[in-house]
């Protein structure tokens, strides 16, 4: 028994509100419901709307939930994350402690790092790039510094900087131009 759809619309609605919409996709599925209003069967709007029956028993079932809105292309969901709040907080501090070299084995956090140490506190397994993401998102951005020798001295970058004296001469036209006046 297929599932009726809403009885305060008509064909005439229907085509209206698909002619109204700017989104293609939810137009064509209004069409293939306009002509379920018509009297046609849902084979019919199967092919009008070039999907399959199970297909538009959904649509029918969204209109009838929603009306003309509930017909429009919505964000998938996705993978739930991976860190809870509590553990994001965590991490956020973690971060912002630093790492303490006789403990973590670490002069500063790598990203590496970090999933091994969400791993041994709270058993979360994260890969680098999702754990990346997820710093992206709690505003950290990736540093890194400029690689310097330990024993080198303050100042020393400054004495071996090449720096050009400017030399300023007139061009080769301009010199003419000035000897001949």
């Known amino acids: 028994m297929p599932v009726p759809l809403r009885m305060d619309f008509t064909a005439a609605q229907v085509r209206a509100a698909a002619k109204k919409t ?3 996709p939810q ?3 209004l069409l293939a419901l306009a002509a379920i209003y018509d009297g046609g069967t849902r084979s019919d709007a199967a092919k009008i709307g070039g999907v399959t029956l199970q297909i538009v028993r959904d649509w029918v079932l969204r209109f009838n939930a929603e009306g003309a809105m ?6 998938a ?23 303490i070299p006789a403990i973590h084995g670490v ?7 970090l999933c091994q140490w969400l791993f041994e506190e709270h ?5 680098k790039q999702t754990l990346s993401r ?11 510094a400029r690689p310097r020798h330990h024993a080198q001295a303050e100042g020393a970058i400054e004495t071996f900087k090449k720096t050009s004296q400017p030399v300023w001469t007139k061009s080769r036209a301009k010199r003419e131009l000035n000897v001949a006046t």
């Open 22 to 24: 700017k989104d293609g």
């Open 77 to 99: 969901p996705g993978q739930p994350a991976r860190l809870l709040a509590a553990q994001r907080a965590a991490l956020a501090a973690q971060v912002e402690s630093g790492p």
């Open 134 to 144: 997820e710093l992206r998102k709690m505003g950290y951005r990736k540093l890194s």
């Open 107 to 113: 002069v500063r956090w790598r990203i590496i790092d």
């Open 123 to 127: 058993k979360v397994s994260i890969s």
């Open 27 to 29: 137009a064509r599925r």
């Open 70 to 75: 509930g017909l429009l292309d919505r964000k």
